[in-house]
T-cell receptor, first 114, second 111 residues
């Protein structure tokens, strides 16, 4: 398996623009997680899905952030409008229920908002 | 809420042992994990321990779990330059099926 795939790997945009981050989880995994990592706040869980249904979005910072999972193999995280304080590395991870519940992380998308 | 705490930095000499400590609050965590993050990469599971175990050893890695004190530690024997990374302690928040991560400990190796 190719692992969790995220795109783009790097995104530079200007304040006020819409940003869409994409994730393809590992096939067969029924959980998908979106995290944000910054030096100041560390690793934050933004939202997670189970069987394509959002379970907990309490970590989403503002209404400017939204996430969707239209099917088992694709998820998006959208920021509209983007602000400089959104600059961070965004990770997607997936896991399967049962076993040790290991989460497999993608390589991340480094977002810079100017 | 549930929380996992660990120190932010650790510096050790090459060849010495590294010990990274962590405390957690969720006593119902069934699994406790150590993840490793190398520069520019995502987190990767290094090792884990089931809550009914006190110790787990895997080559140079030793995990100790003290459930009474809710304390988890990771010992890396014979630390090498390739061990430089951020190490995250984490616990499975089983009632919500999500993993709670600590802030990460940045391990640096000096010659």
């Amino acid at each position: 398996d190719a692992g969790v795939i995220q795109s783009p790997r790097h995104e530079v945009t200007e304040m006020g623009q819409e940003v869409t981050l994409r994730c393809k989880p590992i096939s067969g995994h029924d959980y998908l997680f979106w995290y944000r990592q910054t030096m100041m706040r560390g690793l934050e869980l933004l939202i997670y899905f189970n069987n394509n249904v959002p379970i907990d979005d309490s970590g989403m910072p503002e209404d400017r952030f939204s996430a969707k999972m239209p099917n088992a193999s694709f998820s998006t995280l959208k920021i509209q409008p983007s602000e400089p304080r959104d600059s961070a590395v965004y990770f997607c991870a997936s896991s399967t229920s049962g076993g040790n519940n290991e989460q497999f992380f993608g390589p991340g998308t480094r977002l810079t908002v100017l | 809420g549930e929380d996992v705490e660990q120190s932010l930095f650790l510096s050790v000499r090459e060849g010495d042992s590294s010990v990274i400590n962590c405390t957690y609050t969720d006593s119902s965590s069934t699994y406790l994990y150590w993840y490793k993050q190398e520069p520019g990469a995502g987190l990767q599971l290094l090792t884990y321990i089931f809550s009914n175990m006190d110790m787990k050893q895997d080559q140079r890695l030793t995990v100790l779990l003290n459930k009474k004190d809710k304390h988890l530690s990771l010992r890396i024997a014979d630390t090498q330059t390739g061990d430089s990374a951020i190490y995250f302690c984490a616990g499975l928040y089983s009632s919500a099926s999500k993993i709670i991560f600590g802030s990460g400990t940045r391990l640096s190796i000096r010659p």
